[in-house]
C-alpha cells in the first residue's frame, strides 16, 4: 500500500490542479458569453443585408460580376480559422479532418490560430499566408483577411476561395464546417446560413417575395450598388465565421475544463478514500503489535 505521505503529496497536487481547471472554466464561460453575443448582434444586419441582396440578384444578370463568376479551373485557397491555444477537446483535431476531407489535394491556405497552421506546416502544404485576431473579434481584425481573399481570387491566382471553421451550435456542439466563399454562388447568395447567427433554411417565401418587391432605388444602378454591396458581403462572412470560431473554442475549452475539473474531484475522492484506507490500516497494524507485546508479557 502506498506510503501516507505521498498520498498526501498527490492528493495536494490533484487540488492545486482542479483550481486551475476551475479558473480557465469560468474565464472560458466569460469569454464565450460575450463571442456569442457578438453573433446575436449581428443578425439584424444580416437578415437586412440578405433582403438587399436577394432584390439585387434579381435585378441583376447571372454572373454579372467577377465574384460571381464561376471557372473552370480548380486551384483552390483555403482559409482555415483555428485556435490560438489548446485545452479545447478535440476541436481543432476534428477541424483538420474536416480540412483534409474537403480540400484539394494542391489546395494552399491562409491561416487564422497557430494550432493548425502548425499542423498543416508539417504535412509540407503550402501556408500563403498567416494572420492573428484579437479577442474579443473586432470587424476590422477580418477587412484586411476578406480583401487579401478577395484581392488573390480577381487576380486570376486561385478559382476558389473556401473557409473552414468550428461552427458554434451550442456549448456542447460545435461542428466543423467547409463553406465555399468565392465565387459567391447567385443560387445561394441570400441563404441563411448558421455561421452568419440568422438561421439555418433559406429565406421563407414570404420574405423573398416581400425583399423583391420592396421599392429599392439604386444609384447609380444595381450593378454599381453590387459593385459596392459583395466586398461588404465577403467582410461580413469573415467576421461572423472568425466570431462563430471563436464562440466554439472558448465553449469548448469551457467544457474541457470542467470535465478535468470533475475528474480531478473525483481522483481527490478516490485519493482520499485510500489514503484513509492506508491510515487505518496502519492504525490496526500498531494495535496488532501492541497487544501481541501486551500478550508476550504475561
Excluded at 433582403?51 to 465574384?67: A, D, M, Y
Aim: a neutral charge; charged letters at 25%; one cysteine or more.
Amino acid at each position: 500500500m502506498a506510503n501516507l505521505r505521498d498520498i498526501r503529496r498527490r492528493i495536494k497536487s490533484v487540488k492545486s490542479t482542479a483550481q486551475i481547471t476551475k479558473a480557465m472554466e469560468l474565464v472560458s464561460a466569460a469569454k464565450m458569453k460575450k463571442a456569442q453575443n457578438q453573433a446575436l448582434a449581428g443578425r439584424d444586419y444580416a437578415d437586412k443585408l440578405n433582403n438587399v441582396l436577394v432584390n439585387l440578384k434579381e435585378n441583376t444578370e447571372e454572373e454579372s460580376h467577377p465574384l460571381l463568376a464561376k471557372r473552370d479551373g480548380s486551384k483552390e485557397l483555403m482559409l482555415v480559422i483555428s485556435t490560438g491555444r489548446g485545452l479545447c477537446g478535440g476541436l481543432n483535431t476534428n477541424l483538420y479532418k474536416a480540412v483534409c476531407r474537403d480540400a484539394s489535394d494542391d489546395a494552399e491556405y491562409v491561416t487564422v490560430g497557430k494550432k493548425l497552421r502548425q499542423t498543416i506546416g508539417k504535412t509540407g502544404k503550402k501556408i500563403v499566408a498567416d494572420w492573428e485576431v484579437a479577442d474579443p473579434v473586432p470587424f476590422n481584425d477580418a477587412k484586411p483577411i476578406a480583401k487579401f481573399l478577395t484581392e488573390k481570387f480577381l487576380s486570376g491566382e486561385y478559382d476558389k476561395i473556401s473557409v473552414a471553421f468550428n461552427n458554434f451550435v451550442s456549448t456542447l456542439t460545435q461542428t466543423p464546417t467547409v463553406v465555399q466563399l468565392l465565387p459567391i454562388s447567385a443560387s445561394g447568395l441570400a441563404e441563411k446560413q448558421d455561421y452568419e447567427g440568422v438561421g439555418t433554411d433559406e429565406i421563407g417565401e414570404t420574405d423573398k417575395a416581400a425583399a423583391m418587391n420592396s421599392d429599392y432605388e439604386f444609384e447609380p444602378n444595381a450593378d454599381g450598388v453590387l459593385d459596392k454591396l459583395l466586398p461588404l458581403y465577403i467582410n461580413f462572412q469573415i467576421y461572423q465565421m472568425l466570431v462563430e470560431a471563436r464562440a466554439s473554442e472558448h465553449s469548448a475549452r469551457m467544457v474541457s475544463m470542467k470535465a478535468a475539473t470533475d475528474n480531478a474531484k473525483g481522483m481527490i475522492k478516490d485519493l482520499t478514500l485510500e489514503y484513509n484506507k492506508a491510515r487505518q490500516a496502519a492504525i490496526t497494524a500498531e494495535l496488532l503489535e501492541i497487544t501481541t507485546a501486551m500478550k508476550a508479557m504475561e
